[in-house]
Structure formats: structure tokens, C-alpha cells
């Protein structure tokens, strides 16, 4: 059944207005609930502000020192520092740097493990939180203490590109340890998307490989040895672990932020003169060649958190919504991308751009293997009568990637 309405609209910012404008309601048991507009929304529109329930920067992300607010995400490089590390290019200058907003002299540390916050008021929130539980202190460095030898565990079974974290699963815990009410605090983690059995092997599969059984094994062992709790038992033995596990696996909503982005789009904004424009427009272009080469695609501050509210948007190829961080922190903004009714469900898309272009059985290999579901929106269904053809590019991608698969696997081996 769908949460309470007080739940489900609790962690977005104006709640009382949001739950004016949309709805969460139960559809049947195939697809859970669903978000659906109360009143007209019109393109463009911000649909609700949300902040999550629990987030982690993740493992590896975090290693290779992509600095971001231990609370709120927010990437704590100012752009240039940021562009001097991703370009390897220690003496660059950014032009404009009025235009990037990271303010170093507010951030501050925690006094007891120097973990790094963007504000006195981040420091705090996740003092009252969750951190009072997870904070090591002097053994902030200690490779033996329990919570370390969990995070290692997890960066030896999950390499980047990086898709969820353990210590997500840590932060629930230390959340209900922390709250006031802990029965209430353990109800709203109830109320996201729970799976079967068979479904939770597929995810721990997806996330931890060919041997997940053993290593699903090991983490819950490293994890009771560092959170066990009493009031969270269930959470700590097998069942309940793959369970904790699986629930992370497919609500986990991916979170970037990047103070380069940040200034490159108020870049753009910029009222210039073309010949100026037009020299910075190609700064920034060589600059992101100088990044490709250096860096990669790994740009940003990357982390995952567990968003009520937003946990309620099914997929369609052909979404009316989507999701984005505009604040350059863990604030989700859900955003029109069209008209919208009311009584219409809104949805956002589990795929990417590239990805919804291609056929329809295509997309559905992407979610079957990703999301273990078979997608029935109008798109598919409008397309279930067709020759269902698969290009030649999207069978050599996923040659590709299936090849990459078993190259992966005889070097596990």
C-alpha cells in the first residue's frame, strides 16, 4: 500500500504545497504506486524540491579525492581547483572566477575525524543525523577499524563505474540509531520498493559479479561487525541484509555535482561581445579535450541517496519528467518536460537519451538486465505490433559490452 501522505511528502522542501499539486497512489501489484499530477502542470515546471532520506558519496569517487560535502554532496574544489586536478594542468586559470560560488571559508571540518562539510549548518545536520554513530575520530585512518574494513570490502567488490555504496546502507542504519523515534524512522525506509528473492540474487548479482553469494557473505559479516544494533537485528542477519541490499540496489537515485559545471553554465549565461565570447567558448572547449585526456568521463562528484517521494516515479520511453540537482547538492528537482494533466501519472526515465532512441527490444534488454522489469508504456505497447528490429549499431554496442562482460569475468578468474 501507498505511505501515509504526511511520509511521503516529509523531506521535500514546502511539503504542504507539493502535496496540493500531485499525488502517490497504488496501481497494482506489478507496478506499486505511481506519482500522479492533482492539478495542470505546464512544461517547464518545477514539480517538487526534495531532499533524501539517507546519501553517501561513493567509495571510489570519494578515494580518488573528487572532495564533496560529507552531508550534502556539494563539490568543495572551487572550479579552478577542480580543472586544474581533472586536466592535470597545475597552473591553469580559469577567466571569470567571480562566477564560481564555493565558498572555502564556510566550510568546516568535523573536530573529532576532519571528515569536511560545505557549512556550520551541513556539519551539524549530519551531527543530529547520522554521524555521531559513524564518526571514527582519531581512527579516522586506522585500515582495521570495523567501519574501514567494511568500506575496502566494498571498493574490493565494486569497481567504478560506481552505481551504489555501502555506505548508504550504513547511513540507514546510523540514522534509526540516531532518531528519536525509531520505529517511525525504520517505517519510512519500509516504504520503498521491496523485491522477491529471486529479484534481490539479480541485483546483488548486478552490483557485486559472478561471486556475489560469497561476497554478500563477507559484507554482511564486516557490516554486523561494525553497526549491529539490537533494534535493527533483522537487518543484520542473511535474509534481511540481501534485503537491505536489494532495497538500496533499486531505489538508489544516482547524485553529481561539479563546481567546473557550475561555472561553465554561468559561463554561458554571459552577455559578451562575440569576439569574446567566442575566445571563451573555445577555453572551455580545450579544456574539456585537456580533461578527456587526463580524466575520462569521471567529472564529477559522484553518490547515490533515497528519495520518498521521487521513488514514486515509474519508467516510460517516453517520460514527462526528470530529475536533476540544480542547487549543486543533494536537492532533487522533479521538472516537467511537457504539459501534464491531472489524473495524469508523471514519469521519469530509467534510460538515457541514446538509449531511448533505440528499438524497443533493445530498451527492454537495458531494463530487464538493469531494473528486472518489462516496460508497458504507450511506446512500447504502440510498438509491440512491429517488426521489432535491432540495428546493426545497437547489435555491435551490445556485443561490445557483452564482450567487455566475459573479458571481465576470465580475468576474475
Not at 556550520?120 to 582495521?144: F, I, K, M, N, T
Not at 563477507?218 to 542473511?238: C, G, I, M, T
Not at 567529472?299 to 519508467?315: D, I, K, T, V
Amino acid at each position: 500500500m501507498a505511505a501515509p501522505v504526511d511520509d511521503m511528502f516529509s523531506f521535500c522542501v514546502d511539503p504542504g504545497k507539493v502535496s496540493t499539486g500531485v499525488d502517490v497512489r497504488f496501481i497494482n501489484h506489478v507496478k506499486g504506486k505511481g506519482l500522479f499530477a492533482k492539478k495542470s502542470i505546464k512544461k517547464g515546471d518545477a514539480i517538487f524540491l526534495e531532499r533524501p532520506l539517507v546519501s553517501a558519496q561513493f567509495l571510489w569517487n570519494a578515494l580518488y579525492k573528487y572532495r564533496a560535502c560529507e552531508y550534502c554532496l556539494r563539490a568543495l574544489e572551487t572550479a579552478e581547483e577542480n580543472a586544474r586536478r581533472l586536466s592535470g594542468i597545475p597552473g591553469l586559470s580559469l577567466p571569470h572566477p567571480e562566477l564560481c560560488h564555493v565558498r572555502p571559508e564556510l566550510h568546516q571540518a568535523c573536530p573529532h575525524c576532519q571528515v569536511m562539510y560545505c557549512s556550520s549548518e551541513c556539519r551539524q545536520a549530519a551531527a543530529d543525523e547520522y554521524h555521531r554513530v559513524l564518526c571514527l575520530g582519531s581512527s579516522q585512518d586506522d585500515p582495521d577499524h570495523p567501519i574501514n574494513k567494511l568500506k575496502d570490502a566494498w571498493r574490493s567488490m565494486h569497481y567504478p563505474p560506481e552505481t551504489s555504496s555501502i555506505m548508504l546502507m550504513a547511513r540507514m542504519v546510523a540514522a534509526v540509531k540516531q532518531a528519536k523515534d525509531k520505529a517511525h524512522c525504520q517505517k519510512l525506509f519500509s516504504h520503498f520498493c521491496s523485491r522477491t528473492d529471486n529479484e534481490e540474487e539479480q541485483i546483488a548479482h548486478k552490483l557485486l559479479g559472478d561471486k556475489f553469494r560469497g561476497q554478500l557473505v563477507l559484507l554482511q559479516s564486516f557490516f554486523k561487525a561494525a553497526l549491529h544494533d539490537d533494534h535493527l537485528s533483522r537487518w543484520f542477519v542473511p535474509e534481511g541484509f540481501r534485503s537491505l541490499f536489494a532495497l538500496v540496489g533499486t531505489n538508489g537515485q544516482g547524485i553529481g555535482t561539479s563546481s567546473l559545471s557550475r561555472w561553465v553554465h554561468a559561463c554561458d549565461a554571459l552577455q559578451l561581445p562575440a569576439q569574446q565570447k567566442e575566445q571563451l567558448d573555445s577555453f572551455i572547449d580545450q579544456l574539456y579535450k585537456d580533461i578527456e585526456k587526463e580524466t575520462g568521463d569521471f567529472l564529477n562528484c559522484e553518490g547515490s541517496g533515497l528519495f520518498l517521494l521521487q521513488s514514486s516515479c515509474n519508467h516510460s520511453c517516453i517520460p514527462n519528467a526528470e530529475a536533476s540537482f540544480p542547487d549543486n547538492n543533494f536537492l532533487l528537482q522533479l521538472s516537467a518536460l511537457s504539459d501534464i494533466n491531472p489524473g495524469e501519472e508523471i514519469c521519469i526515465s530509467y534510460l538515457d537519451c541514446c538509449q531511448r532512441d533505440r528499438s524497443r527490444h533493445s530498451r527492454h534488454k537495458v531494463l530487464r538486465e538493469n531494473y528486472l522489469f518489462v516496460c508497458s508504456c504507450p511506446k512500447c505497447i504502440s510498438q509491440m505490433d512491429e517488426l521489432d528490429v535491432t540495428s546493426d549499431e545497437e547489435e555491435e554496442a551490445e556485443g561490445e559490452a557483452e564482450g567487455d562482460e566475459m573479458e571481465d569475468e576470465m580475468t576474475d578468474v
